[in-house]
C-alpha cells in the first residue's frame, strides 16, 4: 500500500492572474501548496514526496516548508516548460518498481480515502487515475458550429492523483519526449503505450484551482468541511 508522489509545483499560474505562482496564494491563511502537502503528510502510505518547483520560487517555497514542518519532501528538483516536462524532470530521478502516484500543487482538496483507492486499483492493473462523471452536455464544434454530440455516458473529468507502476510511467514519458508528444496528464502518455488504467471515482470538491473564480469554489469547500468537523462527521 505504501507510495512514493510526485507533486508538480513549477507553473506559473498564469490563469489564475495573481502576479505571482497560484501555489503561494493563501486559503484560510495558509499557502495553497502547504494544504496539498498537509494531505500526502497525513496519509500514513506517503512513503516520500518529490516537488518539481521553479527556481524562482525555491526560497520561498524551501522557507515555507520549514515553517508548516512539512517532513517528506525527499527532493525538490526544478521543473521545466510544460507540466508533462516537470514530471518528467523528477520520474528520472526516481528508483524501483513501486507505486508513483503524480499530484498536481493546485488540487489542495483531495482525500486520503480517495488516495487509498486509487492505490489500491494501480496494485491491480498497473495504473488508476480519479475522476468523476461529466456533469455538462459536450460538443465538438467546428469554426463556432456544432458538429457534434458526444455520448456524455461514456465521459469522465480526470483528475489527479493518478498512480502507475514506475517503470510504466517512466517508459510512457520516455516514449512522449522521443515522439515530441506534449499531453495534459500522465495518464494520455501510458494510453500511447497500451496500458491499462483503472478509473476510480473520486469528489467533485477535488477542483484543480486554476482561475480566479476558483478561489471562491475554495472558499466553499473550506466552509463545508468546517461545518462537518463541528458537526462530528
Ligand atoms: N511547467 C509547469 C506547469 C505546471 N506545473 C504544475 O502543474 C500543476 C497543474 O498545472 P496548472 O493548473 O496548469 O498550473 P499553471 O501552469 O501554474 O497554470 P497556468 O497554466 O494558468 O499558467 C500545477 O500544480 C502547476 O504548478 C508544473 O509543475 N510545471
Ligand atoms: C492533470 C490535470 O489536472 C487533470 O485534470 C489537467 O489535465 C491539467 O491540465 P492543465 O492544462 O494544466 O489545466
Redesign the pocket.
Known amino acids: 500500500m505504501g507510495y512514493e508522489v510526485i507533486?508538480?509545483?513549477?507553473?506559473?499560474?498564469?490563469?489564475?492572474e495573481a502576479g505571482k505562482?497560484?501555489?503561494l496564494l493563501e486559503l484560510r491563511e495558509v499557502p495553497v501548496l502547504i494544504h496539498?502537502l498537509k494531505v500526502f503528510e497525513q496519509d500514513r502510505n506517503c512513503k516520500a514526496v518529490h516537488l518539481?518547483?521553479?527556481p524562482d520560487d525555491e526560497q520561498e517555497m524551501k522557507k515555507l516548508l520549514r515553517k508548516y514542518g512539512i517532513k517528506k519532501v525527499a527532493s525538490l528538483i526544478y521543473?521545466?516548460?510544460?507540466?508533462?516536462?516537470?514530471?518528467y524532470h523528477v520520474v528520472k530521478e526516481l528508483n524501483g518498481e513501486g507505486i508513483v502516484l503524480v499530484h498536481?500543487?493546485?488540487?489542495p482538496f483531495v482525500e486520503i480515502d480517495a488516495i487509498s483507492r486509487l492505490v489500491e486499483a494501480a496494485e491491480e492493473t498497473g495504473a488508476s487515475i480519479l475522476a468523476v462523471p461529466m456533469k455538462d452536455t459536450v460538443k465538438k464544434a467546428n469554426e463556432g458550429l456544432v458538429s457534434e454530440t458526444v455520448e456524455r455516458a461514456s465521459l469522465w473529468s480526470v483528475q489527479?492523483p493518478q498512480a502507475f507502476r514506475l517503470p510504466m510511467l517512466l517508459d510512457a514519458h520516455e516514449r512522449a519526449a522521443r515522439e515530441s508528444y506534449v499531453g495534459?496528464d500522465d495518464a494520455s502518455l501510458v494510453e500511447r503505450t497500451n496500458g491499462n488504467i483503472k478509473i476510480v471515482e473520486g469528489s467533485y470538491d477535488n477542483i484543480?484551482?486554476?482561475?480566479p473564480e476558483d478561489l471562491y469554489f475554495a472558499e466553499a469547500i473550506m466552509n463545508k468541511r468546517m461545518q462537518g468537523k463541528k458537526k462530528g462527521k
Open positions: 507533486i508538480p509545483a513549477a507553473g506559473q499560474g498564469k490563469r489564475m505562482n497560484k501555489l496539498t518539481a518547483i521553479h521543473g521545466g516548460k510544460e507540466r508533462q516536462h516537470s514530471v498536481d500543487a493546485a488540487r489527479t495534459t484543480k484551482l486554476t482561475t
